[in-house]
Nanobody, 114 residues
Framework: QVQLVESGGGLVQPGGSLRLSCAVS????????MAWYRQAPGRQRELVAA???????TYGDSVKGRFTISRDNAKNTVYLQMNAMKPEDTAVYYC????????WGQGTQVTVSS
């Protein structure tokens, strides 16, 4: 079974930084586009960032200039570096394959608060 395991979430102050990791097991990783999504209470899940197998990145408008997505194919892991964080970034963050969607993992909670 292919599994998605998100980690690295936590509590951070506004303006702070956090790095999330998504480990993918049970499947070939390197050929797939990977993406980060987030969902806050009462809101729909939204795309945060995506990175293709070749390293091309895409970002949602709300995080451009602040977040950076990257991948390490040797480790079957995708990362999300979050800088200059805002309270509106508070959400549960998930990873997935947008073109070949898997069952959602449990996500990792990110809370930005003073």
């Amino acid at each position: 079974q292919v599994q998605l395991v998100e980690s690295g979430g936590g509590l951070v102050q506004p303006g702070g930084s956090l790095r999330l990791s998504c480990a993918v097991s049970g499947s070939t990783f390197s050929i797939y586009t990977m993406a980060w999504y987030r969902q806050a209470p009462g809101r729909q899940r939204e795309l945060v960032a995506a990175v293709t197998s070749g390293g091309t990145t895409t970002y949602g408008d709300s995080v451009k200039g602040r977040f950076t997505i990257s991948r390490d194919n040797a480790k079957n892991t995708v990362y999300l570096q979050m800088n200059a964080m805002k309270p509106e970034d508070t959400a549960v963050y998930y990873c997935n394959r947008p073109n070949y969607m898997l069952s959602w993992g449990q996500g990792t909670q990110v809370t930005v608060s003073s």
